[in-house]
């Protein structure tokens, strides 16, 4: 059975920092591209960044809202995926999700988390 766990967040302070971590089972990690979507209240979700599969370098990518405050990271070991969010601001606040994309026997897989509340307010 697939399983996404997300966990890490929380509320912070414009400013700090946060740290999501999405563990996975259930499917062949490496093989498949990691990623953090966030919806905000009364908007779409909106993809955050991605990880490339392993087998395909592991290559970053970033919406430009996050570029250099965001790094997503992965630890084929443990299974899971991390965000580390820095300089982190109001407009941040959304519940995270975690994704998983891939591809078995030429059928697309896609995975979702349960989602994980982040809050950036003073």
């Known amino acids: 059975q697939v399983q996404l766990v997300e966990s890490g967040g929380g509320l912070v302070q414009p400013g700090g920092s946060l740290r999501l971590s999405c563990a996975a089972s259930g499917f062949t990690f490496s093989s498949y591209a990691m990623s953090w979507y966030r919806q905000a209240p009364g908007k779409e979700r909106e993809w955050v960044a991605t990880v490339t599969a392993t087998t395909a370098g592991a290559n970053t990518n970033y919406v430009d809202s996050v570029k250099g405050r965001f790094t997503i990271s992965r630890d084929n070991a443990k299974n899971t995926v991390y965000l580390q969010m820095n300089s982190l601001k109001p407009e941040d606040t959304a519940v995270y999700y975690c994704?998983?994309?891939?591809?078995?026997?030429?059928?697309?897989?896609?995975?979702w988390g349960q989602g994980t509340q982040v809050t950036v307010s003073s």
């Open positions: 994704n998983a994309l891939g591809r078995v026997l030429m059928t697309t897989r896609n995975y």
